[in-house]
């Protein structure tokens, strides 16, 4: 599918769980030499990098002696997201007298001589999020805003607007909200996550504990990390500290470049996660422009290719996908995929591992015909396959290779 704005086509850890922007304890545009509030004169939804001969270049030997002037262009397109919905709780709940939630007082004497069994409160979360549009579009975390009845934004400025849900798409957790501030907002532009190297340095901005504007700042700890939160993994991990209330900030490259988006954090650690800038920007042209994320879909479970398989078809290594089922009349059925064969390639791209192969399908516009490189018996075939619509009753995720440690997602 090709966006009339982009000009081109275009988610085994325990105890990891979401950066806590919905804890109950707490809580730009910048093209090198660009100036904030400037609207892309490209067309695009968003603000993008400048060419790579128009950047200015700072070979970094070392570590980086101050991060104070790329911090003081960036800041200005990072919010705080304040959220609050109205829950109903036993007045002997654990929580009732916990953080976040706002007690209201009984509202007659039968209440106040009796005792009420249950009342009313507001659930209070703080979050981040990035400027990525001067009309006041925003990205944020699926999680921040979930079931919320209303949606604060601060900007640097100290100036708040009441925020509007554009479109979340749980899979990936990711949001786009929208504020509208009268006249254009710095903004920053979405980098290149791809050309992200292990070791590279990157900052975070966000607002812990209801800080604002905290910075920290480390390394590219690994990518394409997989947390058993979803089909769709393929998360940034960084040791750049991210904290509660950090959920939905942005994750700079030294360029000034988002290049993820805050998400996930092993407790008690400086481990955390983002969401790579490159799978965000084809899940917010679709937010952008229905509220919601279409999927393509193929009707398999697939399973990693073991070495002992891999000798048996003839690979030199284990890689691609094998086919462990098959959903009766789906467009794998119809195009006469079988249970046992290795899809080693998909629209053109390698399958090199199993989760490859979700993410692939998932990208392609739903009708759109592929084609698909397999495995059989050992012997090469090519098939197409005209993609379906996935739904959340069909068959469209590899089986879990690690431990179940429940819900990844949510407040």
């Known amino acids: 599918m090709r966006d009339p704005w ?19 304890a707490a809580g730009l545009w910048l093209g090198t030499g660009q100036e904030f509030g400037r609207r892309s004169t490209t067309g695009r939804f ?3 990098p400048p060419p790579t001969s128009a950047r200015s270049e700072v070979p970094i030997p070392g570590r980086p002696e101050s991060f104070a002037a790329l911090v003081k262009h960036l800041s200005g397109a990072v919010v705080n997201i304040n959220t609050s919905r109205r829950m109903r709780l036993p007045k002997d709940h654990p929580d009732i ?7 209201r007082d009984p509202k007659d004497f039968f209440d106040r001589f009796f005792g009420e069994r249950e009342r009313d409160f507001n659930q209070r979360s703080l979050g981040s999020g990035v400027i990525i549009n001067p009309d006041g ?6 999680h921040v805003v979930e079931g919320t009845d209303a949606i604060q934004v601060r900007l640097s400025t100290g100036k708040q607007y009441r925020a509007e849900i554009i479109g979340t798409d749980p899979k990936t957790d990711l949001a786009l909200i929208r504020v509208r501030a009268g006249a254009p907002l710095p903004v920053v532009p979405l980098g290149d996550s791809d050309a992200l190297e292990v070791g590279d340095w990157v900052v975070a901005i966000g607002n812990p504990f209801g800080l604002d504007h905290s910075v920290t700042a480390g390394i590219v700890s690994g990518k394409g990390r997989v947390l058993g939160a979803g089909p769709y993994d393929d998360y940034i991990q960084t040791d750049a500290a991210i904290n509660p209330g950090s959920s939905g900030g942005p994750l700079f490259n030294l360029r000034g470049e988002v290049v993820g988006i805050n998400t996930a954090v092993i407790p008690q650690s400086r481990i955390g996660f983002a969401i790579p800038s490159n799978l965000a920007k084809g899940i917010l042209l679709q937010l952008r422009a229905r509220g919601r994320v279409t999927r ?16 048996s078809f003839g690979l030199k290594e284990p890689q691609g996908a094998l086919v462990a089922e098959v959903a009766p009349d789906s467009p794998a059925a119809r195009a006469g995929i079988r249970r046992g064969d290795v899809i080693v390639r998909f629209g053109g791209t390698p399958v090199v591992e199993v989760r490859d192969l979700p993410r692939l399908v998932a990208e392609r516009p739903v009708g759109a015909e592929a084609e698909a490189a397999i495995l059989r018996d050992g012997k090469p075939m090519t098939v197409h396959i005209r993609v379906g619509e996935l739904r959340e009753e069909r068959l469209a995720r590899a089986p879990s290779q690690e431990p179940d440690f429940g819900s990844m997602r949510g407040k």
């Open 6 to 24: 982009l000009g081109r086509p275009r988610v085994p850890l325990p105890m990891v769980v979401l950066v806590a922007a919905a804890s109950l």
């Open 46 to 48: 968003w603000a993008e």
């Open 97 to 103: 007298q916990g953080p976040g939630l706002d007690r």
């Open 137 to 142: 579009f925003i990205v944020t975390n699926h």
């Open 296 to 311: 393509g879909w193929l009707g398999v479970v697939v399973q990693q290719v073991s070495p002992e398989a891999a000798e």
